[in-house]
């Protein structure tokens, strides 16, 4: 590797005028009797003190632990009501969403009542270019215009329905009943479904609120069932399934879906990821770990969420996701994989059109900043729009523009008839679906549409109103954050130890709790020395760094950053990285993946 001293590669738009505010702060927290009295490593006792544990039992995972189903509102009536159309053999259809979640759980709705020994059941999911998002009267028209034989006798909706309204009220016309299960936060009006099971609905007694759809799924068949159970459904001739074999579907869903991984979401989180490990796991998730060159030995969260969670979701951003709700039902290896390959390749495609837009945006951010002059002049919330956006990828652009400059993004695309459908990212301390509500208060009829929670949303409204709604957000976002909130924060567990930067802890730390949303992978501190930088994949920094109180030379990586994020005038710098082991060539060793840099 040759030293480079000087910055000759093409100029990055890094937006130095609206650079934001960082702070790196060391998380402390005291470690409890019952932790510092167990056998775990010192190191692991003060990460998850770190992160709020005080009991081991929180990071025993046991599936004992789950919280009761029967808490959930609405979940009794909902399981008489599925078991009975199991019991009668009538059709069921599943309606999911276009995302990772939504595949997840119509994979998990329909394996769990095949199992259950229900022979009609099918899924439908709204292709979003032509029906957006749920069940909306046009989804249930297409359920309901077929030959009588597949006409739906009972529709039941995953990760979705809370908001449709008219959905249901079409399918009540129709005489079709209708089960939601969702996890997405209820608006003022419920639809009148047969049932509705949702920790965030009101009345719901359900502690854990930030459950996946597929969690509320897999919680619904629990029921079911049990329901099964009493009835004396389940004989000699059709056995009992055990649920646990669907956990890695569970798994999967919720760590893609980047809720939090509060203790419940944890011990789901961990089992899936067991089975995987013990290659037990559905024949579709092996598919696409194998296809990204990944060990199903040592699958991880991380893998969930940015290995096999991209490629699903690139299906429901580009084309049709029920390529990866059959890639995650198939039970033939090699139809799998042929399914999985299809999904990297618009995996590929769909990074390659993120790519571009994110270019198109950073222009239009640079325009916006130097209209504005100084960057404390910045706005605290960004609405862009292109019209050669896809509309598919802008919740994707909008989680990267958050990322760079910290702040609530909101993208837009067209979506034809003059309207236009965005898709936001949030930052801690701001609810943006509470913001969006906000504003359709004040401003009747500027949003036609909305629905999501406190870190994502999405929206419609018509394109003439778009700069109307670019300055409403920007107002109601600075009603509601402070200005410390718009400093970007990188919390880290403290300095490392030189005894303490190997392969061995990177793999400890690795398989030592499901990380995630709100339980984040452990990220350390510490001052190097840059002894040799370059730029790989034209877009990422990789460095070679010196400790200087020991001189020893580690491997690094900064995704995403170029020699621009570097310090002008100095050979240290101050960084947040995570420990990871880089194989390549079929060699390990140990890696650090860089978040953040700053200069000493």
Not at 209 to 232: D, H, P, Q, S, W
Request: charge should be negative.
């Amino acid at each position: 590797m040759s030293v480079n001293t000087k910055r000759e590669h093409k100029p990055q738009k890094n937006l130095k005028k609206a650079s934001v505010d960082s702070s790196i702060i060391r998380r402390h927290s005291e470690i409890s009797e019952d932790l510092q009295n167990s056998n775990l490593p010192p190191l692991l006792k003060k990460i998850y003190a770190n992160r709020g544990v005080t009991q081991l039992k929180q990071v025993s995972y046991n599936l004992s632990d789950l919280t009761d189903y029967s808490l959930l509102k609405g979940i009794g009536i909902a399981s008489d009501i599925v078991s009975q159309a199991i019991i009668e053999q009538q059709r069921i259809l599943v309606v999911g969403d276009f995302d990772a979640d939504g595949a997840t759980s119509c994979a998990v709705m329909l394996r769990s009542l095949k199992a259950f020994g229900l022979d009609n059941v099918d899924y439908l999911v709204p292709n979003r270019f032509d029906f957006g998002y749920g069940l909306s009267p046009e989804i249930v028209d297409v359920a309901a215009d077929v030959a009588d034989s597949l006409r739906p006798d009972l529709i039941v909706t995953v990760d979705n329905g809370i908001s449709s309204i008219t959905g249901v009220q079409r399918a009540a016309e129709l005489g079709i009943p209708v089960v939601v299960t969702d996890h997405h936060l209820a608006g003022r009006e419920l639809p009148a479904a047969a049932a509705i099971v949702n920790p965030n609905q009101p009345g719901c007694d359900f502690p854990e609120k930030t459950i996946a759809g597929v969690g509320v799924a897999f919680y619904l068949m629990l029921a079911v069932r049990a329901k099964l159970r009493e009835l004396n459904w389940f004989d000699k001739d059709r056995l009992e399934p055990n649920m646990a074999r669907f956990l890695d579907l569970v798994a999967l869903g919720t760590v893609a879906d980047v809720v939090p991984l509060d203790a419940n979401n944890r011990i789901l989180v961990e089992a899936g990821l067991q089975r995987i490990r013990r290659n037990k796991g559905c024949v579709g998730i092996n598919a696409l770990l194998t296809i990204a060159g990944k060990s199903i030995e040592r699958c991880s969260s991380q893998d969930f969420g940015f290995i096999i969670g991209p490629r699903l979701n690139a299906a429901g951003r580009l084309d049709d996701m029920s390529i990866g709700i059959e890639c995650l039902l198939s039970d033939d290896y090699t139809e799998a994989l042929q399914y999985a390959t299809t999904l990297n390749q618009m995996n590929i495609q769909r990074r390659q059109i993120e790519g571009e837009m994110l270019e198109q945006a950073l222009g239009l951010l640079d325009d916006q900043v130097a209209l504005l002059g100084e960057c404390e002049n910045m706005p605290n919330a960004m609405a862009l729009y292109d019209e050669t956006w896809h509309q598919g990828v802008v919740g994707l652009l909008a989680s990267r523009i958050k990322e760079k400059f910290h702040r609530p993004v909101i993208a837009f695309a067209d979506a034809g008839n003059e309207e236009i459908k965005g898709s936001g990212r949030s930052i801690q301390g701001l609810h943006i679906r509470d913001v969006l509500d906000a504003i359709s208060t004040k401003h009747t009829g500027l949003i036609d549409k909305f629905g999501g929670h406190a870190m994502a949303a999405g929206l419609t409204m018509k394109k003439a109103d778009f700069e109307q709604f670019k300055q409403a957000f920007d107002e109601q976002v600075s009603l509601v954050l402070r200005p410390e909130d718009l400093t970007n924060i990188n919390e880290t567990d403290g300095s490392m130890d030189a005894v303490q930067l190997t392969m061995e802890t990177s793999e400890q730390l690795k398989y030592a709790s499901p990380w995630g949303q709100l339980f984040p992978e452990p990220a350390f501190d510490d001052v190097f020395k840059v002894l040799n930088w370059r730029i790989v994949g034209e877009k990422h920094l990789k460095l070679e760094l010196v400790k200087p109180e020991t001189g020893e030379c580690y491997a690094a990586i900064a995704f995403n950053k170029t020699d621009v994020d570097l310090p002008a005038e100095s050979d240290s710098i101050h960084i947040v990285y995570r420990l990871d082991v880089n194989e390549f060539r079929g060699k390990r060793n140990l890696q650090l993946i860089v978040q953040h840099i700053e200069s000493v």
